[in-house]
Each structure stands twice: as structure tokens, then as C-alpha cells.
């Protein structure tokens, strides 16, 4: 249960940069421990936008890491997403 709880959210909303800043640093710490002694976890343990989209109000390095993003894909992919919440 610890894993898919630190899967599925402990680690991916801690380790993005809104995140506040003790808890994003502590938790790239843990992720980066986690990730040497379980490898096969690794991609796992990654920020939340690890999906392929930024869900916050601008997106950040750790999605342009990821894949190919940008200011417009972000605002198309926001629209997207309000537009399904409506």
C-alpha cells in the first residue's frame, strides 16, 4: 500500500515545482534513494506532468524534460481540460 500511495500521490504532487520548497527538495531526496535501490520504479516516481500535460496555472522545465512542450500546447491542452470540466 506505501508504494501506490507513494506513487500515485505522495511523489508526483510533491516532486513539481509548485510544490513548497522544503517538501519539493526533501521529496526529489527520497524519490532519488527510492530510485537507486528500486530502479524498476524509477519512471514511476516522476512529476505529476510524467502523464504528458502540466495541470497547473504555467507549466515548468520538468514537462519540457519530459517531451515536447510548450507555452501553447499548454494553453491548448488547459482549454481542453476545462472545457471537459464544464
Not at 516522476?46 to 515536447?68: A, S
Amino acid at each position: 500500500m506505501a508504494i501506490i500511495n507513494m506513487i500515485d500521490s505522495e511523489l508526483p504532487l510533491r516532486t513539481c515545482k509548485t510544490c513548497e520548497p522544503e517538501r519539493y527538495m526533501t521529496s526529489w531526496q527520497k524519490r532519488d534513494l527510492i530510485a537507486k535501490a528500486m530502479p524498476a520504479l524509477k519512471y514511476f516516481l516522476e512529476p505529476k506532468c510524467n502523464v504528458g500535460y502540466c495541470t497547473e496555472k504555467t507549466h515548468c522545465k520538468h514537462i519540457t524534460d519530459i517531451r515536447e512542450y510548450d507555452s501553447e500546447i499548454h494553453k491548448a491542452t488547459k482549454a481542453a481540460m476545462l472545457d471537459r470540466a464544464r
